[in-house]
């Protein structure tokens, strides 16, 4: 066996105890993997396309956002040239854009979600030519640009490559899922960070919760296990922010404060159990409340 392949199998290897265990890790990327740069996403190639993009809104409640359609270039010049701060392009479909295609690292090409989507209806659809629909995206944020908490669709797995800037995550294992949701209301915390939320809704948050938090660099891939409540800051670029932030120094962090990422979220044999009983405990809410809807008619 060449020295290559057994590498490869090596650090499949040892993903696969993370993803067996469903705990959060962090792997290095292997040079092979970090085909794609921040220079792609600047260039003028993706300019034209129309990307979904979070815009700040000022309703009163923390952290709302309004979700609109634009093209990448606007994007940019909000961000770049005009320094507006908070938006956050997300769920680009970015293998779709036809220049830059998500090289997989070895650890989870055993994904069944979007081999589905990009091998089997993209040849069903062939009359539109690409696949209507993956789960494999592009996430870029402006300074101060954050992702509230929430688990992945369907209680999926996913992994996030980091191309530029640096991220901190926090996650929760799912033991904890009670403390997230308010004593009040019900409703699930957005914003966990410190004096961002009313804490005697959330009185055992950040007490005695379990939290797990990765600060992620670029060429650094995440993954997140199934069922784990998380949520994402994407970290600024000055050495004070840093500080307050607690990343402790600026490296990785980038001058424009953008910070690049991709993700898929995937399933596969071993948590394809885990996505099986999120869906049917769904389907028995949305059944309950058909039911509820027909007896009170
Ligand atoms: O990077 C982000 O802002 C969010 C990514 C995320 O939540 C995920 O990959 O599951």
Known sequence: MNGEFQREHSKYEAAL????????????????????????????????????????????????????????????????????????????????????????????????????????????????????????????????SFTGVHHDVCYSYSWSMNVAGTKRWTLWPPEDNKMLFSCKSGELVKDARRNKYESSAYPDLDVTDSRVTIVQRAQEVVFVPSGWYHMVENITATQEDADVEGVGDTEGVEEDGLTISLNRNWFNAINLQEVVRFVLREWRQVRICVIFEELCL
Do not use: M
């Not at 921040?38 to 979904?52: E, T």
């Not at 309703?59 to 909000?78: H, I, M």
């Not at 293998?95 to 979007?114: G, H, K, R, T």
């Open 17 to 144: 105890s993370c993803l067996f265990h469903n705990q959060p890790a962090k792997f290095p990327l292997s040079v092979s993997d970090r085909d794609v740069c921040k220079k792609s996403f600047v260039g003028a190639d993706l300019h034209d396309i129309q990307v979904p993009v979070d815009f700040p809104v000022d309703s009163g409640t923390p952290g709302a956002v309004e979700r609109k359609v634009v093209p990448y270039g606007d994007f940019l010049s909000l961000v770049l040239v005009e320094k507006k701060e908070r938006l956050y392009v997300k769920d680009w479909h970015i293998d779709q854009s036809d220049v830059i295609q998500v090289q997989v690292p070895v650890q989870f090409e055993d994904d069944w979600l979007n081999w589905y989507w990009q091998h089997i209806r993209r040849d069903l659809d062939s009359s539109e030519s690409k696949c209507i629909d993956d789960y494999s995206f592009a996430y870029i944020g402006a300074k101060h």
